[in-house]
Every structure is written in C-alpha cells, then in structure tokens.
C-alpha cells in the first residue's frame, strides 16, 4: 500500500477513535454528574445526538471521480480552493498523491481557467479547473469566455450543491444553484451535471473528447457535492470508460481538389494564417504548401503558424497583398470579412472592399462547424467563393498533395520566378523594419522596440518561448521564431486580465521542458489579478515577466481622443479615467512582496541590458524573475 493510503487510512482511524472517546467521555462526564448528585443514573447512557455524530469512510464518491481524471491525464487542476468541491479537492491530494493531477493553488478563478488556457496552447491538450458554485463560476467566466474564443479547450468541473435538504444553511444556499453552468452555457461547448457516480464517469469522457475535437473548446462538467462526499456502497464495481479522441475533421476530397486547381491557376495567390498549427505538424505543413506554390505568407498571429525569418513570411506587407491577390485562402481565419475590407470609425461608419475585383476567395475552417448565436465571435459574414468546413491542419496534407499533382513544367517555372521576387521585396522589408526599430532607441521612458531588441541577444542561444504579450509586434518583426512553442497567440476574447496568468500557465507546461519562458506583461491586465504572481513563486514555475509599462490604459487613451477630437472638445483631458498614475504602480515591490527576484522600475535603455542578464540567469535556475520598465505608450 502507498505511503499516502496509508497515512490516509490512519487518519480515518483516528477520527473513529476520537468520535468513541468523545461519547465515553460525554457518558463518563453524565455518570460523574450523576454521582455528584446523588441522584441515580440512567440505566442505559443516553443516545448520541446525531448533530453531534462524527462518521466517516474510505470509499468516498470522489476519490472514484479523481481515478477517472487520473485516466484523462490530467497533470494539474489549477484551482482557487472551494467548499462546494472540498470532497474532490481533499481526494486529489491525499486518494490521488497530488500527482497527475496536482493541484496548483491560485488566487482567482479566472486565473485558474487562464493558466489553463495558456497550458493548453503549449501542451496540446487541457489541464483541469476546479471553480466554486455561483461565485466561483462568475469569477472565471471572462477567462472561460476568451478560451471560446481562441478555440483552446478548457476541462473545468464546476462544484454544487442540487440537493435542497442537504444544503447546510447560509453561504452553501447563495453558491447553490438550480442549473449551474447556465451562466456559460453560451461559450461553452458541452456541460453536463452527472447524478451517478458511472454518470460522471461517461461524461467526464464525453467532455473530454467533445473539447479536443476540433473546433476545440471550454466544457464544464457539474460535480454535485453529495456525490463527492457519499461513500460508495460496498460491492459496487465502478468502471471507467474507454477513451478514444475523435480524429480531426478534413475536407471533401472534391473541394480539396477545387482549391488545389485555383491556387495552382492563381498568379498572385495570398495564404492567410490564424489559428493553424495547433501542434508543431501545422506549421510544417504550412511551409510545404507556401513553398510548392511559392505563395506569400500572412500570418496572423493566433498560433505560431509560420516562421518568421521565412522568405515566404510576407505579414509586414499584408496590404500591399491583399489588394493585388487574384485568390486569398484563409486557413482558420478568425476573421475573414475583416483581412479583406477596410472600416472607418468615424461618426457615420463605412466600409469597402480592398480586394480588385475578381478575386477568389477560399476558406478552410472548423469554427464553419460550429457556431453559437448569442456572443458575437464569428465576426461578419464573408462572402467567399469556395467554403470548406474542416479543420485546417488535417486537411493541409491533402491539399498539399493535389497542389503538388497540378503544377508542371510551365507553372514550377512561374512559381520560381514569383519566389525570387518575394524574396526580394521581404529582404527589403525586413530592412525597414531594422531601420523603424532605431526611432527613438536612446529615449526615455524606453521605446518597445529598444526593448524587444534588448531581449533578444540573452535568449537567442537558449530554448526559450514567448508565452505572451505582443509588445507592439516588435518581438515577432525582430526576433527569429521557427518552433511552434515559441508563441501562443493572444487571448481570443481580448479580455484584459488573460496576459499574466496565461503566461504563468504557459510556462507551467513549459517547465518540464526545461524552456526559458517569456512574457511582455501588460500593466493594466496584471492588475486584475496580480495574487498569480503568488501562485508561479509557489509552485517554482520559472517565468521571466518583462514589464510593459506604459503606465495606462492606452488603448482606451487613444479612443478618448478619437471621441474628444470628434466631438471637437481636444485630447488634454484624454488621461482621466485612462492612466494608471498618481500613484505610479511598483512593479517590482509588488512581484518582490510575493516571493519574486524583481528590478526597477527602469526609464533609462541603458540600464535594461544588465536588468535582463540578471533575470534570465534567475530563471534558468528555475526562479520567477520580474523587471518593471517604463515604457513609450506603442
């Protein structure tokens, strides 16, 4: 038996024990009063008052429930602890070891479902969230509400109490609740609420495999409290079922063969990437198609979906692109009426087209699998010429083998002289961005492109990954990303709050790996819940967070002056209710005050150099490291 069964079942000894003590001594304590009296005792010692009868029991409905997450190979529930799942919460660290899961204490649901989307996004599959009734539920929605969006799948089991007469008076009433994943069910793919332990156990599979097929997204599962905490009646034999992930969605043959025939016939065909690669397969199956045709590349940035330094990779020149292509293919494109129409917001709203006319439009996408009709995610509706509802990634194989049986001599030729010309034009845009990143390189506060370029020379060498912030897109312009590891995308929902416990999650995955990981962090999104900078310096999680410090909200300056100039009132008063100033934030006294190695705040370039030597050395010996610098607003 494992040294944990053991110590397990000698607690539960002991509670034995220590309830007939307490009835010997309340009947020793009854006797001696009795005595004291003179009056005679009762011939028989009174009944326990059952408020006062303490039981207990080694089969626990949770500790089966924690063998079937145990099955699932879940390697952490990330969790902010909560009565209404004490039951699951007590029998993964004491039944299960807290191993495979362990728990990862946090300070807020929606950090929990973060760091579960940004582990998801570098581990490939989901890790599990624990979240606490009516309360704990509304705490992740955001985070769960971005996950949907980004199409990352999120396992979170969701504690409650169904059961009127069994709920204790009180709190357990306000965090009970008739239908409890209600409030999400709208950006969510599948929730279910077991009332049997072989329930549970179906539907835990059933969740599973509904979240990693493709569109993958959040699912909730409803873990009634009673159905935790019941013993399991003896001689009952509970099972797990088998799991088998579906396999991913591909194209119609006929369609394959149709997109095949009109990039290969395109003269000036335009690729656009968003969310691909789901794994390292996406990206490589991108640079095969982009090299058979000798096509132009715009990554889009959901996932790492194209190397950056590939002379193919054209994202700087989306414009110029767009507007000469004579046939666009979107591959998990998130948005597709918005990569090829232009908007102005202005007082009256209008828009056009910037394609010429004639282009051909083709789409590859699971999101055309499944479409909710309440939040608006799917963006507006894009009129294209060939739709294909199925997952990029899987079908990318197929179409590349149709693209590569259609192209002979006289194409080959003609993609190669399309290739030179490519390689040319990015060579020289690559130049200016060399020359746009020297603006303002001595100013201080510090410009984000002297900032991403300071970074670079002390990771370059080492296993690193960007596990979130864009710092302006400077990072993706001037560093060289090849793995699929090295960025994640953003949060899906543009929820403000995503960026830190992301990364944390990210780097989480990344740990057992032994990756050096990055993030730009967002003054304002740290602040909607800084408690996760506890949780990485805690569970030792080595994240090198690099303060992106602008000290506002500065995208909602920019819309205060855009309103201010509109309404014809001026911009001074822009910063009110928009800055974070008076006072400035520490950073790096905050990051310090939960267990972090943090330097700043930094206005001056010339210190940064040392600042992120120090850090990353820090976290190559597996501590969390934080340095605040203040930087120019983009």
Request: net charge neutral; with cysteine; proline share 7%.
């Amino acid at each position: 038996m494992p040294e944990s069964e053991k110590l397990s079942v000698d607690r539960r000894n002991f509670l034995r024990m220590a309830a007939t003590g307490a009835a010997a001594l309340v009947t020793s304590a009854q006797e001696g009063r009795a005595e004291k009296s003179g009056s005679p005792g009762p011939e028989t010692p009174p009944e326990m008052p059952k408020d006062v009868e303490i039981l207990t029991t080694d089969r626990p409905g949770s500790d089966f429930m924690v063998d079937v997450l145990k099955s699932l190979g879940l390697e952490y529930i990330c969790s902010n602890p909560g009565s209404s799942f004490r039951g699951l919460h007590e029998s993964v660290v004491n039944y299960g070891g807290n191993k495979n899961p362990e728990f990862i204490t946090c300070c807020h649901e929606e950090s929990s479902v973060a760091m579960a989307h940004g582990y998801a996004k570098i581990e490939g599959k989901p890790l599990g969230v624990f979240a606490h009734g009516t309360v704990g539920l509304q705490h992740a929605a955001m985070a769960i509400y971005n996950a949907f969006c980004d199409r990352v799948p999120v396992y979170l089991i969701l504690g409650n109490t169904l059961d009127a007469e069994m709920r204790r008076p009180g709190a357990e009433w306000y965090h009970s609740v008739q239908d409890a994943a209600a409030m999400v069910r709208d950006y969510v793919k599948w929730d279910d609420t077991p009332i049997s332990l072989p329930h549970f156990a179906e539907s835990a599979m059933r969740a599973y495999k509904i979240a990693m097929t493709p569109p993958m997204l959040p699912v909730v599962l409803v873990a009634d409290s009673e159905l935790q905490e019941r013993p399991i009646p003896e001689g009952v034999r509970l099972r797990i079922p088998k799991l088998v992930l579906a396999a991913p969605p591909q194209g119609d043959s006929g369609a394959v063969a149709e997109a095949a025939r009109l990039l290969v016939a395109a003269e000036n065909p335009v690729l656009i990437a968003d969310r691909v690669a789901r794994t390292p397969a996406g990206m490589k199956y991108l640079v095969e198609l982009a090299e058979a045709l000798q096509a132009p590349v715009i990554d889009e940035g959901g996932r790492m979906n194209f190397p950056t330094r590939h002379p193919l990779n054209h994202s700087d020149r989306r414009g110029a692109l767009i507007t000469s292509a004579d046939l666009i293919l979107g591959l998990e494109l998130g948005d597709f009426w918005g990569a090829v129409n232009s908007m102005r917001d202005q007082l009256h709203r209008t828009w056009r087209p910037i394609t010429k006319q004639g282009v051909k439009l083709i789409s590859i996408t699971a999101a055309d699998l499944y479409t909710r009709s309440n939040y608006q995610d799917f963006q507006r509706f894009p009129e294209v010429d060939l739709a294909i509802a199925a997952d990029a990634e899987a079908t990318l194989p197929s179409l590349i083998e149709a693209v590569k049986r259609l192209i002979n001599a006289d194409r080959k030729r003609a993609f190669q002289d399309r290739g030179t010309k490519l390689a040319a034009a990015r060579q020289q845009s690559m130049e200016r961005t060399r020359t746009e990143a020297t603006y303002g390189w001595d100013a201080g506060p510090v410009s984000t492109a002297r900032l991403a370029a300071e970074v670079w020379p002390h990771i370059k060498d080492k296993d690193w990954s960007l596990v979130s912030g864009t710092l302006s897109g400077w990072p993706r312009r001037l560093w060289i990303f090849d793995k699929h590891y090295q960025h994640i995308g953003g949060s899906g929902g543009v929820g403000v709050g995503y960026g830190s416990p992301a990364a944390v999650g990210a780097a989480l995955a990344n740990r057992k790996y032994g990756r050096l990981s990055v993030n730009f962090q967002n003054d304002g999104d740290l602040m909607y819940a800084p408690g996760v900078l506890w949780t990485a310096a805690h569970h030792r999680v080595p994240l090198l967070n690099i303060m992106f410090n602008n000290r506002a909200y500065h995208q909602e300056v920019m819309h205060l002056q855009r309103m201010s100039s509109r309404h014809n009132r001026g911009i001074t008063t822009a910063y009110i209710g928009t800055t974070i100033e008076d006072p400035n934030i520490d950073y790096a006294k905050l990051a310090q005050s939960m267990g972090w190695h943090a330097e700043g705040p930094i206005t001056d370039p010339k210190d940064l150099a040392p600042a992120i030597r120090r850090s990353v050395e820090l976290v190559l010996r597996g501590e969390p490291a934080l340095i605040d610098v203040v930087t120019q607003p983009r």
